[in-house]
């Protein structure tokens, strides 16, 4: 019964942060951030606080648990 309920959580966290790293923007700021400076605007002070923040803390959590549980499945312990 624990493994099944392990690989369901498994299958909700990889859904989860395919989704998480589509949802985030890329990194290059094209030509107008390198002509204005974007560490200078109020979005690159508060990034942490943004919503690109909360993205990029989120898939950080979602990607430890999907390594935790990658090497609980693969151990293959008797879960039962």
Known sequence: MLA???KI???IVCIALVVLVLMQEGKSAGLSGAINGVADTYWGKNKGR???GTLNKLTI???ALF???SAVLSL???LA
């Open 4 to 6: 099944v309920i392990v």
């Open 76 to 78: 293959g312990l008797n």
């Open 50 to 52: 943004s919503m690109e």
């Open 67 to 69: 390594i935790i549980l």
């Open 61 to 63: 959590v979602c990607a």
């Open 9 to 11: 959580v498994y299958i």
